[in-house]
């Protein structure tokens, strides 16, 4: 009996959470159930060399170079220790607010977000450099989790974007346009975590007890600055650049990488031990998400092949809905996913689905975009399978999984703000694409 495609779509997600709830890695669990699958629905042999040939053909594209250098550009930064000198500036300006540990963290993770797109390396960093410090002050762990969760996932919207980047080219717009329009709905996101820990450690001063900071002076302040000073050259060159129509987000990302290096050097930071870990952490995540990429591939394909795409295509345009009640049912389909497949997968399932009926609505396909990105940052925090929870949760070990899972949920409720307001406020997302050259 042949099954209906909804019934099939579900059968796929269910086994898909029980290979992911296995422990076995999200790329070789996808990829196992692909071939599985189109082995049995797409004729045995055939469909596993289609496969082959699909998973040469979306991982060798000219538009994911730039994936790889942001990458590396994050890891040398966090390798080098460069990254740490980016907390301890913004750490020295903040002053005498209440949850300063937390407010330096989302500090530190947008000065790191403007330098690199690495999100699982700001974790990384902004974990083991502040939690401990955190600790020491006795911050529950709530909060201090929650704190480097959101500095650190402040990456994936804040260009450079390694994920932007990705997005651009499945959802085929501009990669420059949509890296730029992730700036200010990335600083927005900014502020709001800057006021829910400021004003939440002024109401409940035992999550994050108060301290007296040493003094510093204003040219102690300004030095600080100063020795930073040649970082923010990378955001010139990659956005900048980007910005002014002088480069392609590919050549900006390989000048980025020769800037960093440069800099490094220039530091005496730059070792053969550094090196060495960067281009292997580089590689080893690279792998991974390129793996995932072809497994999603696969996706696509049993998709097609049981008609479960444009059924549901079909299915959707016969709600007869608003666009923004089209577009809130599209997000809140993204948000269930993101608590139990990762970001690329996410991407790799919704855009093609998506993005068809995005412009039969008349909507504009970057505004969506910028809103799809931040879901995936979403989806790097949700439980129970985010990344970024994992992430926390290797750097910190002593921590349990519940402290972590519970940490996040009010980073989750101020990221569906920011949804909100750039449904309701759409020229927060615009403005900059429509100045660019």
Not at 111 to 140: I, N, Q
Not at 168 to 189: Q, W, Y
Not at 196 to 210: E, S
Request: charged share 10%.
């Amino acid at each position: 009996m042949e099954l209906d495609w909804s019934l099939l779509l579900l059968l796929f997600f269910v086994l898909l959470a029980v290979v992911l709830a296995s422990g076995m890695p999200v790329a070789f669990g996808f990829l196992t159930l692909n071939i599985l699958g189109l082995y049995f629905f797409m004729g045995g042999e055939v469909a596993l060399s289609l496969l082959a040939t699909s998973a040469f053909s979306s991982v060798g594209q000219f538009a994911l170079i730039p994936i790889p250098l942001f990458i590396l550009m994050g890891e040398l930064l966090m390798r080098t220790g460069l990254a740490n000198m980016t907390v301890d500036a913004a750490d020295h300006w903040i002053g005498r607010l209440p949850g300063r540990l937390a407010v330096s963290a989302v500090g530190g993770g947008t000065l790191f977000g403007a330098l690199s797109g690495a999100s699982m390396a700001s974790v990384a960093m902004l974990g083991s450099t502040l939690v401990p410090e955190m600790t020491k002050r006795e911050y529950r762990s709530e909060f201090s989790v929650g704190s480097i969760l959101a500095g650190g996932g402040l990456a994936v919207l804040i260009p450079p974007s390694a994920l932007g980047v990705l997005l651009g080219a499945l959802a085929k717009v501009s990669i420059a346009k949509l890296l730029l329009a992730g700036l200010l709905p990335g600083l927005v996101l900014a502020a709001l975590y800057f006021a829910y820990f400021t004003l939440r450690a002024k109401l409940q001063p035992h999550l994050a007890p108060p301290y007296v900071a040493p003094p510093l002076t204003l040219a102690e302040k300004l030095w600080s600055l100063l020795r930073v000073a040649p970082l923010f050259s990378l955001i010139i060159v990659v956005t900048g650049f980007i910005f002014m129509g002088i480069a392609t987000p590919s050549e900006a990302a390989a000048m980025g990488v020769v800037a960093t290096i440069a800099i490094a050097v220039c530091y005496r930071r730059l070792t053969w031990e550094a090196m060495k870990a960067a281009l292997m952490s580089t590689a080893t995540t690279t792998s991974m998400m390129l793996l995932v990429i072809v497994g999603s591939a696969g996706f696509s394909q049993i998709l097609a092949a049981t008609g479960s795409t444009s059924s549901l295509v079909d299915a959707v345009a016969e709600l007869d809905l608003s666009p923004v009640a089209m577009v809130i049912i599209m997000q809140l389909m993204v948000l269930i996913l993101g608590c139990f497949i990762d970001t690329i997968s996410i991407m790799m399932v919704s855009i093609p689905v998506f993005m068809p009926l995005v412009l039969a609505l008349g909507l504009d396909p970057i505004w969506f975009s910028i809103l799809i990105l931040v879901q995936l940052e979403l989806a790097g925090i949700t439980p129970p399978f985010g990344v970024l929870l994992f992430v926390m949760k290797g750097v910190q070990p002593r921590l349990g999984m519940g402290e972590i899972y519970r940490a996040a949920v009010p980073i989750v409720g101020i990221q569906l703000i920011l949804i909100a307001l750039l449904m309701i406020f759409p020229g927060i997302v615009t403005i900059l694409p429509a100045a660019m050259r």
